[in-house]
């Protein structure tokens, strides 16, 4: 059985930092591909950032990239994405996704 549990999230005032991780279980984590998603209240959810397998490959959308890092721990199952320069923007519930299965979200709030 496959669950994806992340973890992190809560309040961070406007240009503040937060790591958020997300641990993967019933999957060989080392191969797969790595994904976060954000999804703002009221609006679809959106990619924010992808990492292969060997963590070589790396790719941000054009709205965190310089802000946010993607990682990720192959011996922990786990994957990380440190946030810094946060702004009211990024607020939302962010999701860990590998090979279509999905976590429930963890909630980001940025405020000032």
């Known amino acids: 059985q496959v669950e994806i549990v992340e973890s992190g999230g809560g309040l961070v005032q406007t240009g503040g930092s937060r790591r958020l991780s997300c641990v993967v279980f019933g999957l060989p984590f080392s191969v797969h591909i790595l994904r976060w998603y954000r999804q703002a209240a009221g609006r679809e959810r959106e990619w924010v950032a992808t990492i292969h397998g060997s963590g070589g490959s790396i790719s941000y959308a054009n709205s965190v990239r310089g802000r946010f890092t993607i990682s990720r721990d192959n011996s922990k199952n786990t994957g990380f994405l440190q946030m810094s320069a946060l702004k009211s923007e990024d607020t939302g519930v962010y999701y860990c996704?590998?090979?279509?299965?999905w976590g429930r979200g963890t909630q980001v709030t940025v405020s000032s």
């Open positions: 996704m590998m090979s279509d299965y």
